[in-house]
DNA sequence: TCTGGGGTCCTAGGACCC
DNA sequence: TCTGGGGTCCTAGGACCC
Protein backbone atom coordinates (compact mmCIF):
# COMPACT_ATOMS: atom_id res chain seq x y z
CA UNK A 1 0.00 0.00 0.00
CA UNK A 2 2.45 2.36 -0.89
CA UNK A 3 2.14 6.16 -0.24
CA UNK A 4 -0.48 5.53 2.06
CA UNK A 5 0.83 8.22 4.40
CA UNK A 6 0.61 10.91 1.32
CA UNK A 7 -2.87 9.64 0.40
CA UNK A 8 -4.40 10.18 3.27
CA UNK A 9 -2.91 13.27 4.26
CA UNK A 10 -3.30 14.43 0.78
CA UNK A 11 -7.32 13.97 0.56
CA UNK A 12 -7.52 16.69 2.40
CA UNK A 13 -5.60 19.08 0.13
CA UNK A 14 -6.87 17.97 -3.50
CA UNK A 15 -4.83 21.21 -4.48
CA UNK A 16 -2.00 19.49 -4.34
CA UNK A 17 -2.55 16.75 -6.35
CA UNK A 18 0.61 15.78 -9.01
CA UNK A 19 2.85 18.32 -7.13
CA UNK A 20 5.74 17.30 -5.02
CA UNK A 21 5.01 16.94 -1.54
CA UNK A 22 6.82 15.16 1.44
CA UNK A 23 5.02 14.68 4.34
CA UNK A 24 6.81 13.84 7.66
CA UNK A 25 9.01 16.18 9.82
CA UNK A 26 9.08 17.93 13.33
CA UNK A 27 6.37 19.95 15.09
CA UNK A 28 5.63 22.77 12.52
CA UNK A 29 3.26 25.89 14.33
CA UNK A 30 2.98 27.68 10.75
CA UNK A 31 1.09 24.74 10.17
CA UNK A 32 -2.45 25.49 12.40
CA UNK A 33 -1.74 29.79 11.69
CA UNK A 34 -2.42 28.19 7.85
CA UNK A 35 -5.61 26.88 8.19
CA UNK A 36 -7.05 28.63 10.70
CA UNK A 37 -6.23 31.96 8.07
CA UNK A 38 -8.01 29.80 5.25
CA UNK A 39 -10.55 27.81 7.23
CA UNK A 40 -11.45 25.09 4.93
CA UNK A 41 -8.06 23.17 4.07
CA UNK A 42 -8.92 22.93 0.33
CA UNK A 43 -9.63 26.71 0.21
CA UNK A 44 -5.38 26.98 1.29
CA UNK A 45 -3.47 28.19 -2.26
CA UNK A 46 -0.87 26.39 -3.29
CA UNK A 47 1.70 29.25 -2.53
CA UNK A 48 0.75 30.06 1.06
CA UNK A 49 1.89 26.11 1.67
CA UNK A 50 5.64 25.83 3.48
CA UNK A 51 8.37 24.56 1.01
CA UNK A 52 11.05 22.33 2.22
CA UNK A 53 13.27 25.11 0.95
CA UNK A 54 12.32 27.09 4.09
CA UNK A 55 12.49 24.22 6.44
CA UNK A 56 14.44 24.10 9.59
CA UNK A 57 14.75 21.04 12.25
CA UNK A 58 16.35 17.12 11.80
CA UNK A 59 13.15 15.16 10.85
CA UNK A 60 12.82 12.62 8.09
CA UNK A 61 10.17 12.07 5.60
CA UNK A 62 7.24 9.31 5.97
CA UNK A 63 6.52 9.63 2.64
CA UNK A 64 6.27 11.32 -0.39
CA UNK A 65 4.32 11.76 -3.75
CA UNK A 66 5.46 10.36 -6.64
CA UNK A 67 5.91 13.89 -8.52
CA UNK A 68 8.50 14.38 -5.21
CA UNK A 69 9.57 10.94 -5.91
CA UNK A 70 11.19 12.01 -9.43
CA UNK A 71 14.09 13.88 -7.43
CA UNK A 72 15.25 11.54 -5.69
CA UNK A 73 13.23 12.35 -2.03
CA UNK A 74 11.81 9.06 -0.24
CA UNK A 75 11.05 7.65 2.86
CA UNK A 76 13.37 7.93 6.13
CA UNK A 77 15.77 10.50 4.25
CA UNK A 78 16.48 13.68 6.48
CA UNK A 79 14.60 16.40 5.84
CA UNK A 80 17.57 18.74 5.07
CA UNK A 81 18.89 15.96 2.56
CA UNK A 82 15.81 16.29 0.51
CA UNK A 83 15.71 20.29 0.96
CA UNK A 84 18.54 20.38 -1.40
CA UNK A 85 16.91 17.48 -3.79
CA UNK A 86 13.79 19.07 -4.07
CA UNK A 87 13.86 22.53 -2.60
CA UNK A 88 10.22 23.54 -3.92
CA UNK A 89 8.65 20.57 -2.15
CA UNK A 90 5.43 21.39 -0.74
CA UNK A 91 5.90 20.43 3.26
CA UNK A 92 3.26 18.61 5.09
CA UNK A 93 3.09 17.63 8.83
CA UNK A 94 1.38 14.07 9.59
CA UNK A 95 -1.25 13.55 11.33
CA UNK A 96 -1.14 10.36 13.07
CA UNK A 97 -4.90 10.05 14.13
CA UNK A 98 -6.41 10.61 10.75
CA UNK A 99 -3.95 7.92 9.42
CA UNK A 100 -4.62 5.99 12.12
CA UNK A 101 -8.39 5.94 11.29
CA UNK A 102 -7.86 5.19 7.43
CA UNK A 103 -6.02 2.25 8.64
CA UNK A 104 -8.47 0.78 11.07
CA UNK A 105 -10.97 1.49 8.05
CA UNK A 106 -8.78 -0.14 5.20
CA UNK A 107 -8.04 -3.15 7.63
CA UNK A 108 -11.87 -3.43 8.35
CA UNK A 109 -13.01 -3.63 4.83
CA UNK A 110 -10.43 -6.45 3.73
CA UNK A 111 -11.69 -8.47 7.57
CA UNK A 112 -14.87 -8.06 6.12
CA UNK A 113 -14.16 -10.07 2.33
CA UNK A 114 -10.94 -12.21 3.36
CA UNK A 115 -10.71 -12.77 7.17
CA UNK A 116 -7.57 -14.14 7.44
CA UNK A 117 -5.32 -10.93 7.37
CA UNK A 118 -2.05 -9.97 9.42
CA UNK A 119 -1.55 -6.73 10.34
CA UNK A 120 1.96 -5.78 8.96
CA UNK A 121 1.72 -2.46 10.17
CA UNK A 122 -0.15 0.80 9.67
CA UNK A 123 -0.76 0.26 5.60
CA UNK A 124 0.44 -3.15 5.06
CA UNK A 125 -1.41 -6.92 5.64
CA UNK A 126 -1.37 -10.13 4.27
CA UNK A 127 -4.28 -12.16 3.28
CA UNK A 128 -4.81 -15.66 2.95
CA UNK A 129 -7.42 -16.19 -0.17
CA UNK A 130 -7.44 -20.15 0.07
CA UNK A 131 -10.67 -20.47 1.60
CA UNK A 132 -12.20 -17.58 0.89
CA UNK A 133 -15.29 -17.85 -1.91
CA UNK A 134 -13.62 -17.11 -5.13
CA UNK A 135 -10.24 -16.48 -4.08
CA UNK A 136 -9.16 -18.82 -6.69
CA UNK A 137 -11.27 -17.55 -9.63
CA UNK A 138 -8.65 -15.84 -12.10
CA UNK A 139 -5.80 -16.67 -9.99
CA UNK A 140 -7.10 -14.13 -7.09
CA UNK A 141 -7.26 -11.63 -9.73
CA UNK A 142 -10.94 -10.82 -9.32
CA UNK A 143 -10.67 -11.01 -5.26
CA UNK A 144 -8.09 -8.72 -5.36
CA UNK A 145 -10.27 -6.55 -7.33
CA UNK A 146 -13.17 -6.24 -5.49
CA UNK A 147 -10.88 -6.08 -2.10
CA UNK A 148 -9.19 -2.74 -4.27
CA UNK A 149 -12.64 -1.27 -4.88
CA UNK A 150 -13.87 -1.53 -1.75
CA UNK A 151 -11.40 0.00 -0.13
CA UNK A 152 -11.35 2.93 -2.45
CA UNK A 153 -15.33 3.52 -2.10
CA UNK A 154 -14.79 3.60 1.57
CA UNK A 155 -11.58 5.36 2.29
CA UNK A 156 -11.30 7.19 -1.58
CA UNK A 157 -7.46 5.30 -1.11
CA UNK A 158 -5.88 2.93 -3.50
CA UNK A 159 -3.65 0.42 -2.85
CA UNK A 160 -1.57 -2.58 -4.52
CA UNK A 161 -1.98 -6.19 -4.11
CA UNK A 162 0.73 -8.96 -4.82
CA UNK A 163 -1.02 -12.40 -5.03
CA UNK A 164 1.65 -15.25 -5.02
CA UNK A 165 1.65 -18.56 -3.24
CA UNK A 166 3.46 -17.32 -0.19
CA UNK A 167 3.89 -14.02 1.96
CA UNK A 168 7.60 -13.64 0.62
CA UNK A 169 6.63 -13.63 -3.27
CA UNK A 170 3.27 -11.62 -2.42
CA UNK A 171 5.09 -8.68 -1.27
CA UNK A 172 7.81 -8.71 -4.03
CA UNK A 173 4.70 -8.94 -6.22
CA UNK A 174 2.94 -6.27 -4.51
CA UNK A 175 5.61 -3.66 -5.61
CA UNK A 176 5.44 -4.89 -9.35
CA UNK A 177 2.98 -2.87 -10.58
CA UNK A 178 2.77 0.65 -8.44
CA UNK A 179 0.38 2.70 -7.51
CA UNK A 180 -2.60 1.01 -7.69
CA UNK A 181 -1.93 -2.12 -9.59
CA UNK A 182 -2.28 -6.32 -8.82
CA UNK A 183 0.78 -8.75 -10.27
CA UNK A 184 -0.06 -12.60 -9.85
CA UNK A 185 2.95 -14.52 -9.41
CA UNK A 186 3.29 -17.92 -9.88
CA UNK A 187 5.96 -20.51 -8.59
CA UNK A 188 6.61 -20.73 -12.47
CA UNK A 189 7.86 -16.75 -12.94
CA UNK A 190 10.60 -17.43 -10.04
CA UNK A 191 13.04 -17.49 -13.31
CA UNK A 192 11.82 -14.45 -15.11
CA UNK A 193 10.17 -11.87 -12.59
CA UNK A 194 11.97 -13.07 -9.74
CA UNK A 195 15.33 -14.40 -9.93
CA UNK A 196 16.48 -10.47 -12.14
CA UNK A 197 15.85 -8.32 -8.69
CA UNK A 198 18.36 -7.42 -6.93
CA UNK A 199 18.59 -9.43 -3.28
CA UNK A 200 17.63 -6.18 -1.69
CA UNK A 201 13.90 -6.96 -2.61
CA UNK A 202 13.95 -9.98 -0.35
CA UNK A 203 11.96 -8.56 2.74
CA UNK A 204 14.80 -8.93 5.53
CA UNK A 205 17.75 -8.62 3.36
CA UNK A 206 18.58 -5.03 4.10
CA UNK A 207 21.23 -2.38 3.83
CA UNK A 208 24.13 -4.44 5.97
CA UNK A 209 23.32 -7.88 3.97
CA UNK A 210 23.57 -6.30 1.05
CA UNK A 211 26.19 -4.65 1.08
CA UNK A 212 28.03 -8.10 2.40
CA UNK A 213 25.98 -9.83 -0.85
CA UNK A 214 27.72 -6.69 -3.47
CA UNK A 215 31.11 -7.96 -1.60
CA UNK A 216 30.89 -11.27 -2.15
CA UNK A 217 29.84 -10.49 -6.05
CA UNK A 218 26.08 -11.51 -5.82
CA UNK A 219 23.90 -8.67 -6.60
CA UNK A 220 20.60 -10.47 -7.94
CA UNK A 221 18.34 -12.81 -6.20
CA UNK A 222 19.28 -15.29 -9.42
CA UNK A 223 22.69 -15.22 -8.30
CA UNK A 224 21.97 -15.26 -4.94
CA UNK A 225 19.75 -18.65 -5.17
CA UNK A 226 22.85 -20.44 -7.71
CA UNK A 227 24.99 -20.25 -4.48
CA UNK A 228 25.26 -23.60 -2.54
CA UNK A 229 23.42 -23.50 0.93
CA UNK A 230 26.48 -24.50 2.61
CA UNK A 231 28.85 -21.36 1.38
CA UNK A 232 25.91 -19.32 2.46
CA UNK A 233 25.98 -20.50 5.40
CA UNK A 234 29.53 -20.17 6.19
CA UNK A 235 29.20 -16.76 5.53
CA UNK A 236 26.44 -15.55 6.93
CA UNK A 237 25.73 -18.37 9.59
CA UNK A 238 23.20 -21.03 10.19
CA UNK A 239 19.67 -19.75 10.43
CA UNK A 240 20.28 -16.63 8.13
CA UNK A 241 22.47 -18.65 5.07
CA UNK A 242 19.54 -21.43 5.03
CA UNK A 243 16.81 -18.95 5.00
CA UNK A 244 18.82 -16.74 2.32
CA UNK A 245 19.03 -19.41 0.12
CA UNK A 246 15.38 -20.66 0.64
CA UNK A 247 14.00 -16.98 0.03
CA UNK A 248 15.75 -16.92 -3.42
CA UNK A 249 14.38 -20.05 -4.77
CA UNK A 250 10.86 -18.34 -3.58
CA UNK A 251 10.44 -20.91 -0.76
CA UNK A 252 8.55 -19.64 2.13
CA UNK A 253 6.19 -21.43 4.58
CA UNK A 254 5.26 -18.77 6.81
CA UNK A 255 1.41 -18.77 8.39
CA UNK A 256 -0.78 -15.81 8.10
CA UNK A 257 -0.50 -14.90 11.66
CA UNK A 258 -4.13 -13.17 12.10
CA UNK A 259 -3.68 -12.41 16.28
CA UNK A 260 -0.14 -11.50 17.82
CA UNK A 261 0.47 -10.17 21.70
CA UNK A 262 2.88 -7.18 21.77
CA UNK A 263 6.31 -8.14 23.54
CA UNK A 264 7.03 -4.49 24.84
CA UNK A 265 6.61 -1.02 23.98
CA UNK A 266 8.53 1.96 24.07
CA UNK A 267 8.90 5.97 23.92
CA UNK A 268 11.34 8.03 22.72
CA UNK A 269 12.06 11.14 21.71
CA UNK A 270 14.82 13.03 19.72
CA UNK A 271 15.91 16.45 20.90
CA UNK A 272 15.24 19.81 18.75
CA UNK A 273 18.64 20.48 19.69
CA UNK A 274 21.26 18.27 21.55
CA UNK A 275 21.23 18.71 25.22
CA UNK A 276 24.29 18.24 27.97
CA UNK A 277 23.10 15.81 30.95
CA UNK A 278 24.78 18.30 33.44
CA UNK A 279 23.75 21.71 31.98
CA UNK A 280 20.51 20.88 30.31
CA UNK A 281 19.87 18.59 33.57
CA UNK A 282 16.21 19.47 34.41
CA UNK A 283 15.17 19.51 30.90
CA UNK A 284 16.26 16.26 30.61
CA UNK A 285 14.94 15.19 33.60
CA UNK A 286 11.38 16.48 32.51
CA UNK A 287 11.48 14.53 29.56
CA UNK A 288 12.80 11.49 30.86
CA UNK A 289 9.60 11.67 33.54
CA UNK A 290 7.36 12.30 30.71
CA UNK A 291 8.95 9.82 28.63
CA UNK A 292 7.39 7.42 31.68
CA UNK A 293 3.90 8.24 31.88
CA UNK A 294 3.50 7.96 28.49
CA UNK A 295 4.79 4.31 28.64
CA UNK A 296 2.75 3.87 31.61
CA UNK A 297 -0.32 5.53 29.99
CA UNK A 298 0.08 3.38 26.89
CA UNK A 299 0.36 0.07 29.16
CA UNK A 300 -2.93 0.95 31.03
CA UNK A 301 -4.75 1.80 27.98
CA UNK A 302 -4.00 -1.09 26.11
CA UNK A 303 -4.10 -3.11 29.30
CA UNK A 304 -0.48 -4.79 29.43
CA UNK A 305 1.86 -4.92 32.45
CA UNK A 306 5.35 -5.61 31.90
CA UNK A 307 8.78 -6.82 33.81
CA UNK A 308 12.08 -5.42 32.04
CA UNK A 309 12.45 -1.51 32.12
CA UNK A 310 14.94 -0.59 29.68
CA UNK A 311 16.39 3.15 28.87
CA UNK A 312 17.89 4.38 25.56
CA UNK A 313 20.81 6.74 24.77
CA UNK A 314 21.82 8.55 21.98
CA UNK A 315 25.02 10.85 21.75
CA UNK A 316 25.74 13.44 19.83
CA UNK A 317 27.34 11.25 17.51
CA UNK A 318 24.79 9.12 16.73
CA UNK A 319 25.83 6.60 18.21
CA UNK A 320 23.22 4.65 20.72
CA UNK A 321 23.39 2.53 24.03
CA UNK A 322 21.35 0.86 26.18
CA UNK A 323 20.37 -0.49 29.31
CA UNK A 324 17.61 -2.54 30.49
CA UNK A 325 16.68 -4.52 33.93
CA UNK A 326 14.37 -7.07 34.90
CA UNK A 327 12.27 -6.49 37.92
CA UNK A 328 10.23 -9.04 40.18
CA UNK A 329 7.39 -8.22 39.52
CA UNK A 330 5.29 -6.75 36.88
CA UNK A 331 4.10 -3.11 36.44
CA UNK A 332 2.33 -0.23 34.56
CA UNK A 333 3.03 2.48 37.14
CA UNK A 334 5.01 5.63 35.87
CA UNK A 335 6.79 6.15 38.99
CA UNK A 336 7.59 2.54 39.43
CA UNK A 337 8.92 2.85 35.64
CA UNK A 338 10.48 6.16 36.46
CA UNK A 339 12.73 4.97 39.16
CA UNK A 340 13.80 1.85 37.69
CA UNK A 341 15.26 3.89 34.72
CA UNK A 342 16.12 6.39 36.68
CA UNK A 343 19.13 3.79 38.24
CA UNK A 344 19.63 2.12 34.73
CA UNK A 345 20.58 6.08 33.89
CA UNK A 346 23.55 5.48 36.22
CA UNK A 347 24.94 2.88 34.50
CA UNK A 348 26.00 4.87 31.28
CA UNK A 349 28.53 7.08 30.71
CA UNK A 350 26.58 10.91 30.73
CA UNK A 351 29.72 12.85 29.88
CA UNK A 352 28.53 14.02 26.15
CA UNK A 353 25.44 15.48 24.76
CA UNK A 354 22.04 13.54 23.78
CA UNK A 355 20.22 13.57 20.75
CA UNK A 356 17.76 11.34 21.94
CA UNK A 357 16.58 9.41 25.01
CA UNK A 358 13.86 6.62 24.94
CA UNK A 359 12.01 4.56 27.89
CA UNK A 360 10.62 1.09 27.25
CA UNK A 361 8.88 -1.68 29.28
CA UNK A 362 9.25 -5.61 28.14
CA UNK A 363 8.42 -8.63 28.81
CA UNK A 364 4.34 -7.76 28.88
CA UNK A 365 1.23 -9.68 30.14
CA UNK A 366 -1.96 -9.07 30.23
CA UNK A 367 -2.85 -6.90 32.79
CA UNK A 368 -5.43 -9.15 34.22
CA UNK A 369 -2.88 -12.74 33.75
CA UNK A 370 -0.58 -10.23 35.27
CA UNK A 371 -2.26 -8.58 38.02
CA UNK A 372 -1.73 -12.33 39.91
CA UNK A 373 1.74 -11.97 40.48
CA UNK A 374 1.87 -8.04 40.92
CA UNK A 375 -1.14 -7.25 43.51
CA UNK A 376 0.81 -4.13 44.76
CA UNK A 377 3.78 -3.01 42.71
CA UNK A 378 3.53 0.57 43.85
CA UNK A 379 5.74 0.06 46.34
CA UNK A 380 8.10 -2.83 44.47
CA UNK A 381 11.53 -1.26 43.57
CA UNK A 382 14.54 -2.57 42.34
CA UNK A 383 15.00 -6.33 43.47
CA UNK A 384 18.99 -5.47 45.18
CA UNK A 385 17.35 -2.37 46.82
CA UNK A 386 13.33 -2.52 47.86
CA UNK A 387 14.10 0.63 50.41
CA UNK A 388 11.57 3.27 49.54
CA UNK A 389 12.71 6.13 48.64
CA UNK A 390 12.11 9.71 47.26
CA UNK A 391 12.36 9.56 43.26
CA UNK A 392 14.05 12.78 42.71
CA UNK A 393 17.47 12.52 45.25
CA UNK A 394 18.26 9.12 44.37
CA UNK A 395 19.70 10.26 40.77
CA UNK A 396 22.59 12.44 40.67
CA UNK A 397 22.33 13.68 37.19
CA UNK A 398 18.66 13.97 36.27
C1' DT B 1 22.84 21.06 7.66
C1' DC B 2 22.94 14.27 7.73
C1' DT B 3 20.22 10.41 10.01
C1' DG B 4 12.19 9.80 13.47
C1' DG B 5 9.55 6.64 16.21
C1' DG B 6 7.65 2.30 17.23
C1' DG B 7 8.33 -2.21 16.91
C1' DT B 8 10.28 -7.60 16.16
C1' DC B 9 13.71 -11.04 16.07
C1' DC B 10 18.41 -12.90 16.49
C1' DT B 11 22.96 -13.59 18.56
C1' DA B 12 26.19 -14.09 22.07
C1' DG B 13 28.07 -14.26 26.62
C1' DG B 14 27.53 -14.96 31.52
C1' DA B 15 25.05 -16.63 35.61
C1' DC B 16 22.97 -20.30 37.56
C1' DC B 17 20.95 -24.82 38.00
C1' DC B 18 20.67 -29.80 37.24
C1' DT C 1 38.35 -33.61 42.32
C1' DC C 2 37.86 -32.91 37.55
C1' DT C 3 35.24 -32.71 33.46
C1' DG C 4 31.24 -31.98 30.66
C1' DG C 5 26.91 -31.31 29.09
C1' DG C 6 22.17 -28.89 28.68
C1' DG C 7 18.62 -25.55 29.72
C1' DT C 8 16.86 -21.08 31.10
C1' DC C 9 17.09 -16.36 32.19
C1' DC C 10 19.14 -11.95 31.74
C1' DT C 11 21.56 -8.26 29.31
C1' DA C 12 23.54 -5.58 25.22
C1' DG C 13 23.80 -4.80 20.67
C1' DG C 14 22.41 -4.94 16.02
C1' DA C 15 19.71 -5.87 11.67
C1' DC C 16 15.56 -5.08 9.84
C1' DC C 17 10.71 -3.49 8.94
C1' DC C 18 6.77 -0.05 8.47
Not at 24 to 33: H, L, S
Not at 174 to 194: A, C, R, W
Given at each position: ?????????????????????????????????????????????????????????????????????????????????????????????????????????????????????????????????????????????????????????????????G?A???LIAKMASEF??????S?V???DLQTLIWPLACRKINGI????E??L????IRSIGELA??????????????????M??AAWG????????????????????????????????????????????????????????????????????????????????????????????????????????????????????????????????????????????????????
Amino acid sequence: MDAFFASVELLRYPQLKGLPVVIGGGRRPADDALAQAYGASERIPVEAFPRLRDYVGRGVITTATYAARQFGVGSAMGMMKAARLCPQAIVLPVDFDEVRRYSRLFKDTIMEIAPLMEDRGVDEVYIDFTEVPGGQREGGRSLARLIQRSIFDRTGLSCSIGVAPNKLIAKMASEFNKPNGISIVHDSDLQTLIWPLACRKINGIGPKSEAKLLALNIRSIGELAACAPDWLIQHFGQATGAWMHEAAWGRDDRPVITHSEPVSMSRETTFERDLHPVRDRSELGAIFTSLCERVAADLQRKGYRGRTIGIKLRYEDFRSLTRDQTLEQTTDDARTIRQAAGQLLKRVPLDRRLRLLGVRVGSLLKAGAAADDARDDDTAALSPDPAPQPAAPSEQLF
